[in-house]
């Protein structure tokens, strides 16, 4: 918001609504202030992304001092230009409040002369070696890069993509709004030295509640948030098996979302509810407690019309459209897919469709229908390997050789699985490499090897003329015979 009160983005655009992200953004970087946390920050506009970060450092002042490091083209190392900044500002020595902002990603080229490695293929090499460095900065750092950038960060740089604390991404728009200059000079430094967001250590987590809470209070707006993401992370652990006691775990993650949303409750903090009702939601769908999965998710549905947020509404019908499949009830769940594949279309989620329409095909194979099944696994397939999104294109092929497989169409369905493999052989995904090699091999015990087609004899081309001949010879010797039948009845 600006200071009269109205929006400094307009509230929607293509889905993305940037006042929402900004304030996301805002309130992380206030909430971390003190440990590591690394942000990615997405915008194509150089004005709109100037905007933005003049903006936070100015309502983070004089609290949270901001600083700004500018990455070298020749060696875009982020450790390297921040440990630069560090040798030369003594605040920053003392571990005082800051936030430093890095710019200079959107200048990397993507091409290079003599096939040498790309300035983008370095800056992610150092990335991915980048995280162990950066702990000797506890503060919050927030990272500029292209949508193109983007895309390809966690292939790249899976390591750095694991500790992110938060993704930011921010649209164009027409007309921009440009704040007013503020009288913040952020030190700018170059380096050539060498050197489906909740990702934060769950020990690094509970600190920073426990510091909010201290510091601010237990009705901090910022801690609803908190609690939802630490509910999350508990429930991921149990998920993943990570959890030391299933049932502590358990009865912790309940606990962190019902004080989210009791807090975002008192609080009027109604965006920040739907998700946290959501989230709640998808904690009892993977205890298998569907009915209390439905009513949630039906709750968030409607709030998230009530506030006008597209995005979380078309998650919602998802989230049913998930739980009345898991049921059995595929009609209902095929209704709420296609609701939410509508959705998604019209907000411009591409991903968001890609995963509406896998949806929809698994729903068709679970009644048998596996010709529409195969059609919406090949349609989300081809958006999936469009957008780049290589994770969930190995899902495809998968689900997609499930479907082929259920046909009998078994040779298909062992090409569709040996694809996902390769993917996910690329992305280090060994119990995914495992399922697709089970898959194989079960495959490969019911049917036959391949036949080998054989192509029918043909003659030489001298060989064929040599019969030409022969024939003739026999057609005239016959009309010679029936020549000389004829004549001898006649006398």
């Excluded at 992380?28 to 946390?37: H, K, N, P, Q, R």
């Excluded at 490091?69 to 800051?98: D, F, H, K």
């Excluded at 989230?279 to 709030?303: C, F, M, P, T």
Aim: aromatic fraction near 8%.
């Amino acid at each position: 918001m600006t200071a009269d009160g109205t929006p400094l983005f307009p509230r929607e655009t293509g889905g993305i609504d940037n006042n929402r992200e900004y304030n996301r953004l805002a309130g992380e970087v206030e909430a971390s202030v003190g440990i590591l946390s690394l942000f990615v920050a997405a915008c194509d506009d150089l004005v709109l992304r100037d905007t933005i970060i003049r903006r936070y450092e100015q309502e983070l002042q004089p609290e949270i001092c901001p600083y700004r490091v500018q990455l070298t083209r020749g060696e875009p190392s982020l450790r390297a230009a921040i440990a630069a900044l560090v040798r030369q500002e003594e605040y920053l020595q003392q571990n005082q409040p800051a936030v430093i902002t890095a710019l200079g990603a959107e200048e990397l080229l993507f091409i290079s002369p003599k096939g040498e490695r790309t300035e983008v293929d370095k800056f992610f090499g150092y990335l991915q070696w980048t995280r162990e460095g950066l702990r000797e900065f506890p503060c919050p750092i927030v990272l500029w890069v292209t949508n193109q950038i983007l895309v390809s960060l966690g292939e790249k740089a899976p390591d750095f993509w694991s500790w992110r604390k938060g993704v930011f991404r921010f649209v164009p728009e027409t007309p921009l709004r440009e704040m007013p200059s503020v009288p913040v000079a952020p030190q700018v430094y170059s380096s050539s030295e060498e050197t489906d967001d909740d990702s934060l250590p769950l020990e690094d987590l509970q600190d920073l509640i426990a510091r909010i809470e201290q510091s601010k209070g237990t009705q901090d707006p910022k801690l609803g948030t908190l609690y939802k993401r630490l509910g999350k992370l508990y429930r991921k652990r149990l998920e993943r098996g990570e959890a030391e006691e299933d049932a502590k775990e358990r009865e912790l993650a309940f606990a962190c979302f019902n004080k989210a949303i009791a807090l975002q409750t008192e609080l009027s903090l109604r965006s920040d509810l739907v998700d946290s009702l959501r989230g709640l939601g998808v904690l009892n769908y993977s205890l298998s407690k569907y009915r209390e999965a439905i009513d949630l998710y039906h709750k968030s549905l409607e709030l998230s019309k009530e506030v006008g947020d597209r995005s979380e509404e078309a998650s919602s019908l998802g989230n049913l459209g998930s739980t009345y499949g898991s049921l059995g009830q595929y009609r209902e769940a095929i209704a709420f897919y296609e609701q939410s594949l509508a959705m998604k279309r019209e907000i411009s989620d591409r991903g968001g469709e890609a995963s509406s329409l896998g949806n929809l095909g698994n729903v068709y194979s679970s009644l048998g229908q596996y010709r529409e099944a195969i059609a919406f696994h090949e349609q989300s397939l081809v958006m999936f390997q469009e957008i780049g999104n290589h994770r969930r294109e190995a899902k495809s092929l998968y689900n997609l050789g499930n479907t082929l497989a259920k046909l009998d169409r078994k040779w298909e369905a062992v090409q569709a699985y040996e694809n996902a493999r390769e993917l996910c052989q690329a992305m280090e995904l060994e119990h995914k490499v495992e399922q697709c090699n089970a898959e194989i091999q079960e495959i490969s015990m019911v049917i036959p090897p391949k036949p080998v087609i054989v192509p029918p004899f043909q003659a030489t081309p001298r060989k064929r003329r040599r019969r030409t001949f022969v024939q003739r010879i026999r057609r005239w010797l016959r009309s010679f015979v029936q020549l000389f039948h004829l004549l001898f009845r006649r006398h």
